[in-house]
């Protein structure tokens, strides 16, 4: 069915700088012992809830701004250079440079990459399938978003993989009332799934974020009932499922970071940061002009 080759390594670039006038994460000077995350309260206060929107609307603008550019020929290192240049130019910091050690601005996991990818000097090919996770850090606090977008043109397959993760991660939002298990997003997400026979991505999770990148409480993309923590107005997370065409065990390189499907299936992920509300959920990594 595919002739695609295997996902490479390529060379990753120097790391790009940002403007002393920018304020940093904490985890930027970390020393040993400090944590890079907190564990934030879940429930936030309006003010920062509303500081959230500023930098979820700057993570998704950004992340537009690189989709605009994925084709081929355009090396993912071009597109951490043009998300570094968005964000810093909107004041905000590009959150995963430096987290944990991640060298780049953003994440671009090529088609078998589940997650973490490092953009490199690998020009992207006609078909590939690119997703997109940029987090943005504005106001002391993070909107992380992701999306799945093609270079050229994709095979059938691959443009409905990523519709339905899309609709998957929706559905996944529009499942969220106070006073309702967590478990009912992951429940609503994997059951959708099945009905295409793709994988669904265990062991990387949504997550609370806010003053933090990663805090509680997980979001799990597949249904487990033992995750009973009860959704209240003011909880901020994400939503982000990967779904597989294939299986779901996966491998990572020896870069410490990219985690690849172990049979090369086609992965896509769609992610928004939301915030619960009192009758659903708003979601806080909408672009500039949808809302
Ligand atoms: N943005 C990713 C997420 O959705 C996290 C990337 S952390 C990194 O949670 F270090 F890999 F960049
Ligand atoms: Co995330
Ligand atoms: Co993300």
């Known amino acids: 069915m595919t002739t695609r080759a295997p996902l490479r390594p390529g060379e990753i670039s120097q790391r790009r700088p940002v403007p002393a006038a920018i304020r940093r994460p904490h985890y930027l000077d970390a020393r040993p012992g400090v944590p890079a995350d907190y564990d934030d309260p879940m429930v936030k206060d309006a003010d920062t809830i509303a500081r959230m929107r500023v930098a979820g609307r700057i993570a998704a603008d950004a992340m537009q701004e690189v989709g605009r550019h994925v084709a081929p020929g355009v090396t993912t290192d071009d597109l951490d250079a043009i998300g570094h240049e968005f964000v810093v130019a909107a004041g905000a910091y590009p959150s995963t440079l430096g987290y944990k050690g991640f060298p780049k601005s953003l994440c671009t996991s090529v088609n078998e990459v ?6 490199d000097s690998r020009p992207l090919e006609d078909g590939d399938v690119v997703k997109v996770d940029i987090t943005a850090f504005a106001e002391g606090v993070h909107g992380d978003t992701c999306a799945t977008f093609f270079a050229g043109t994709p095979s059938d397959d691959a443009r409905m993989l990523s519709d339905r993760t899309r609709a998957a991660m929706l559905r ?6 106070p006073g309702r298990p967590v478990s009912v997003i992951g429940r609503v997400i ?3 799934a099945r009905r295409f026979g793709y994988g669904v991505v265990r062991d990387y999770t949504g997550h609370g974020v806010g003053p933090s990148f990663h805090t509680k409480p997980t979001i799990l993309h597949y249904d487990e009932p033992r995750a009973t923590t ?3 107005p003011g909880m901020t997370f994400t939503v982000e499922p990967m779904l597989t065409l294939g299986g779901i065990d996966w491998y990572g390189w020896d870069d410490d970071w990219t985690i690849l499907t172990t049979d090369g299936s086609l992965v896509a992920q769609w992610e ?14 909408a672009p500039s002009g949808t809302t």
Request: proline residues 3%; aromatic residues 4%; charged residues 20%.
């Open 190 to 192: 994997e059951s959708y």
């Open 230 to 232: 009860v959704l209240e």
């Open 172 to 177: 996944g939002i529009a499942a969220i009332r």
């Open 272 to 285: 928004h940061t939301v915030v619960v509300t009192d009758d659903g959920a708003e979601i806080l990594t």
């Open 114 to 119: 589940i997650c973490h990818g490092i953009p």
